[in-house]
């Protein structure tokens, strides 16, 4: 089955720098990548997902990008802001085939400080 | 936050007893996944149903069981049979039919065994 790999667990930054997540995955088969953010307690959130045949993708301060031979992709979020705190996971779709489950990283908790 | 809910928020449970997690989704998905996350931990697929009446097991399904008889709702039961059920479990449904796509999740349920 897919595996999904996540570094790193914790990351501390200043407001206002960038902050990098990355994640490898094992099953060359899998073709979605989503990014989810959760906030203590709460449920997970989408924050921005790519698919197998596109290289990058940006949504204003976020950015993902893949590299499907190397089968790893990470998050990017520039100019952090206290709100941007929280647990973020990266996963893996099995595609129709595996029934598009998820398989999700360990979670990287992510400080942004003042 | 709504289209997808889980009821109790918490739950408690004595040891030897069976309980069911609900989760119902208004958003007229066909595919719907129960999770189990630890703290410090990524989720964890138990079961999921691609259709109504057809579900298959995750990664951990020992000791749980799922129905589907309804297209809106995907019940879990935590049985006597898991060891150590004190976990936050989250429910999601996703509607992109034939493909990946986003999974919405619920606001979960915190299951406590005293």
């Known amino acids: 089955g897919e595996n999904v790999e996540q570094h790193p667990s914790t990351l501390s930054v200043q407001e206002g720098d960038s902050a990098v997540i990355k994640c490898t995955y094992s099953?060359?088969?899998?073709?979605?990548f989503p990014w989810y953010k959760q906030e203590l307690g709460k449920r997970p959130q989408l924050i921005i997902d790519?698919?197998?045949?596109?290289g990058e993708k940006k949504d204003q301060r976020i950015a993902v990008t893949l590299n499907k031979t190397a089968k790893h992709f990470s998050l990017h979020i520039t100019e952090t802001q206290p709100e941007d705190s929280a647990v973020y996971f990266c996963a893996a779709s099995s595609g129709p085939g595996g029934g598009n489950k998820l398989t999700f990283g360990t979670g990287t908790q992510l400080k942004v400080e003042l | 936050d709504g289209g997808i809910t889980q009821s109790p928020k918490y739950l408690f449970r004595k040891e030897g007893q069976n309980v069911t997690l609900s989760c119902e989704q208004n958003?007229?998905?066909?595919?719907m996944y129960w999770y189990r996350q630890d703290p410090g931990q990524g989720l964890r697929l138990i079961y999921y149903s691609q259709i109504v009446n057809d579900f298959q097991k995750g990664d951990i399904a020992e000791g749980y069981s799922v129905s589907r008889e309804k297209k809106e709702s995907f019940p879990l039961t935590v049985t006597s049979a898991q060891k150590n059920p004190t976990a936050f479990y989250l429910c999601?449904?996703?509607?992109?039919?034939?493909?990946?796509?986003?999974?919405?999740f619920g606001p979960g349920t915190r299951l406590t065994v005293l």
């Open positions: 099953d060359s088969a899998s073709n979605y």
């Open positions: 958003l007229n998905h066909d595919a």
């Open positions: 790519i698919r197998s045949n596109v």
């Open positions: 999601a449904s996703r509607g992109t039919s034939g493909g990946a796509g986003e999974q919405f």
